[in-house]
């Protein structure tokens, strides 16, 4: 399977405690973003890489929120001090420039 | 500022039957729009793309329509399949290369 790879792909969590996501991208595409939805949303954007530089982020993404890319190539997500409206389904996707995005199948997160 | 929405949240359709999405968005200097599909648990599909400069683009069973004088958006499926049930939504690329999206209709094939 080349397309984008999310894990894992649901975990439960205790409120406060710290969780992080891996997402590997399409192994040519430049671009990775990170969304979060909720159910019945579309998606809200996060934040997005061009290759290991974090060029945008939003102001969803507060500071318990961090992002890396470290080589260019995966990226992490991880959110400190979880809450219970971190509950949501967080999705990456990525793209060679500004074509299309593709999107992994995403990570439920579940906060209790 | 910048949205991008849709005007029903559920669309039934008989099996067989053609079946139109709509979207509305408000940002006129968008100039990419893009329709996905989202089955439940999975990530959302890329189905078709267009760009301001076109006002209809077909793919295999799918035609994308846009209407910049009126800044609306649909999506038409022929001949809708059981595999086409998922909830469908429109994004535009906004002057900073964001996807800004609505929150979907669900479409709902009948038998």
């Known amino acids: 399977d080349t397309g984008v790879s999310q894990n894992p792909r649901h975990k439960i969590t205790k409120r406060g405690q710290n969780v992080t996501f891996r997402c590997d991208p399409i192994?040519?595409?430049?671009?990775l973003y990170w969304y979060r939805q909720t159910l019945g949303q579309g998606p809200e954007f996060l934040t997005y890489?061009?290759?290991?530089?974090?060029?945008?982020k939003s102001r969803l993404l507060s500071d318990r929120f961090s992002a890396e890319r470290p080589k260019g190539s995966f990226s992490t997500l991880e959110i400190q001090r979880t809450e219970q409206g971190d509950s949501a389904m967080y999705l990456c996707?990525?793209?060679?420039?500004?074509?299309?995005?593709?999107f992994g199948q995403g990570t439920r997160l579940t906060v209790v | 500022g910048e949205s991008v929405g849709l005007h029903l949240p559920t669309l039934s359709v008989q099996e067989g039957d053609n079946s139109i999405i709509n979207c509305a968005y408000s940002?006129?200097?968008?100039?990419?729009f893009i329709w996905y599909k989202q089955e439940s648990g999975k990530g959302p599909q890329f189905i078709i793309d267009?760009?301001?400069n076109m006002d209809k683009r077909q793919g295999q069973r799918v035609t994308v329509l846009l209407n910049k004088t009126v800044k609306h958006l649909s999506l038409q499926i022929a001949a809708t399949q059981p595999g086409d049930s998922a909830v469908y939504f429109c994004?535009?690329?906004?002057?900073?290369?964001?996807?800004?999206w609505g929150a979907g209709t669900k479409l709902i094939i009948k038998p």
């Open positions: 996707a990525s793209s060679f420039d500004v074509t299309e995005a593709f």
């Open positions: 192994s040519e595409h430049n671009r």
């Open positions: 890489f061009q290759n290991e530089a974090q060029l945008e």
């Open positions: 940002n006129s200097a968008s100039d990419y």
């Open positions: 267009i760009r301001s």
């Open positions: 994004a535009e690329r906004s002057s900073n290369y964001q996807l800004i």
